[in-house]
């Protein structure tokens, strides 16, 4: 059974960083393209940044870019998201996905591509 497990969410002012994890298990991820999104309260989940199975292609939203470094360690079936300069803006309960398409084909920005979710992690960044 695959499961995703985030973690590494909090509070944080602003200007401040957070590092956050995914945990994956249940198969074989590191053929699998994985994104993060995010979703703030009564919005719809948008999409913060994606990395290739082997790691050297990754697309971030423009509104995170130079901001958020997306990586993932394979050998550990572990996926991150270093959140630096944060803002409040960027409050939002964050999800980790893994999609069964290669890099290129289909949508890697669209929530709808991604089979795999975990179950996401708050973060609250402070004025």
């Known amino acids: 059974q695959v499961q995703l497990v985030e973690s590494g969410g909090g509070l944080v002012q602003a200007g401040g960083s957070l590092r956050l994890s995914c945990a994956a298990s249940g198969r074989t991820f590191s053929s699998l393209t994985m994104g993060w999104f995010r979703q703030a309260p009564g919005k719809q989940r948008d999409f913060v940044a994606v990395i290739s199975g082997s790691g050297a292609l990754t697309e971030y939203a423009e509104s995170v870019k130079g901001r958020f470094t997306i990586s993932r360690d394979n050998a550990k079936n572990m996926g991150y998201l270093q959140m630096d300069s944060l803002k409040p803006e960027d409050t939002a309960v964050y999800y980790c996905?893994?999609?069964?398409?290669?890099?290129?084909?289909?949508?890697?920005?669209?929530?709808?591509?991604?089979?795999?979710w975990g179950q996401g992690t708050q973060v609250t960044v402070s004025s």
């Open positions: 996905a893994y999609r069964l398409r290669t890099y290129y084909s289909g949508s890697r920005s669209s929530s709808s591509d991604y089979a795999y």
